[in-house]
């Protein structure tokens, strides 16, 4: 697990709204309240766009998803002090999550919770009624934005010998209305600073996934 993450980001001088290295990929630049976001089963993804959402909501919950550690959380950016972990709904995963997103404003749902399509739509409704937005690991059925993850490669190892210092990968989103036409970006997520950043073309010193560099170890 990546930890050491933290999501660049700035707030447009004009609107007020915060702007990321994901705002390009999200309608109107940013997760809009009321709606629901895949993160392609990515958890360092959905970290950043917990954080991203988290920014002026602050507080924050978690169901189902038994791999986030409170030192990534943290250093990804969102406030423990204001956050709720649900590691288990159980079989009443629909009426937990009913719950939450009529009173916390932003809640990350792991792959493994399963909800009926009746319960989704009710879901649906609940968030519309109190703008809350639902940020699942995996795919989310009916989601207004769907975003998937393709590793590109890693910094910091060459021929054979060094340390991985970040992680390049493309972000294809998709989605309903607004957000069906697709948008792709090339990101370090993280990059060797520990940030989530734009990919310059000239990135340095990267080994494609997949490709076996035969690694030795030194000292």
């Not at 976001?37 to 978690?62: E, Y």
């Amino acid at each position: 697990m990546w930890t050491g993450q933290q999501v660049v980001e700035e707030r447009d001088a004009k609107t007020g709204a915060v702007a990321s290295p994901l705002s390009g990929l999200l309608p109107g630049g940013g997760i809009r309240p009321g709606t629901a976001v895949g993160a392609g089963g990515d958890l360092p993804l959905l970290l950043a766009l917990a954080a991203l959402a988290a920014a002026d909501a602050m507080a924050w919950a978690a169901v189902g998803v038994p791999e986030l550690g409170g030192l990534a959380a943290a250093q990804a950016g969102l406030d423990l002090a204001t956050g709720l972990v649900v590691s288990d709904p159980g079989p009443r995963a629909a009426q937990v999550l009913a719950v939450l997103l009529e009173s916390v404003p932003v809640v990350l749902v792991g792959s493994s919770v399963r909800v009926p399509e009746r319960a989704v739509r009710r879901l649906r409704a609940v968030m519309r009624r109190s703008g809350a937005v639902l940020l699942a690991a995996g795919r989310w059925p009916g989601a207004d934005v769907q975003l998937r993850v393709a590793p590109v490669g890693w910094a910091g190892v060459g021929r054979g010998h060094g340390l991985l210092r970040g992680r390049r990968v493309t972000v294809t989103a998709g989605g309903r209305g607004a957000a069906a036409a697709p948008r792709s970006a090339e990101l370090w997520l993280p990059g060797p600073d520990g940030l989530v950043g734009v990919v310059e073309r000239e990135a340095a010193e990267t080994v494609p996934s997949g490709a076996r560099a035969e690694l030795r170890v030194v000292g």
